[in-house]
């Protein structure tokens, strides 16, 4: 048994619902390669759920990626009553990409990736600007100057409107994954 203290975090400006989501460009890790890419490109495909989560290998990374892959959010059903993988999906025109950012490097995101034998794509931002910029920063007890992204979730439509907002409110907590699908059955 993983003994942890919940410890309550502090409130966190972050963006609502009928907020627009900040752009940013960071490096956008896949199976294959990665690649600068920016949120807008994504979400001018289609909405878009972006996923804070803390660095690769963390237990509560695991926990939330494993969620979101049983649960195949970003798998569009095929003609034929398989699934395509997200890869595909993410590219196709109106498909909801479903995507991470944490502040582990593109390296450590291809052996997550492979690990969890995922198709999703992940931002890498070990500064983590992109956190700051959201009001998610999580400074790390004990690291002077090391931080992380709380867990959050943000569905953006293809105007980076906020279409549905989760931050953890304590460390660590986990979203309400029915809440979110029925945010993605709504908005998508």
Do not use: K
Not at 97 to 126: K, N, Q, W
């Amino acid at each position: 048994m993983v003994d942890f203290e919940v410890v309550p975090l502090p409130e966190a400006d972050h963006p609502e619902v009928g907020d627009t989501a900040p752009d940013f460009t960071r490096p956008l890790v896949g199976e294959e390669y990665w690649e600068d890419a920016s949120l807008s490109d994504l979400t001018d495909e289609g909405p878009v759920l972006l996923v804070f989560y803390p660095m690769d290998g963390a237990f509560p990374a695991t926990y939330v990626w494993n969620e979101i892959r049983d649960r195949g959010w970003g798998t569009e059903a095929r003609t034929d009553g398989g699934e395509t993988d997200a890869d595909a999906a993410n590219a196709s025109e109106g498909g909801l990409a479903v995507v991470g950012c944490s502040i582990s490097t593109p390296y450590e995101h291809e052996t997550f990736l492979a690990e969890r034998e995922m198709s999703y794509r992940l931002f890498s931002d070990p500064a983590n600007g992109v956190a700051r910029e959201y009001g998610i920063e999580h400074d790390l007890d004990g690291m002077a100057g090391i931080s992380e992204p709380r867990p959050a979730v943000f569905l953006l439509d293809e105007d980076r409107t906020v279409q549905y907002a989760w931050v953890a409110d304590e460390w660590p907590d986990f979203p309400d994954y029915d809440a979110v699908a029925d945010a993605v059955a709504d908005g998508h």
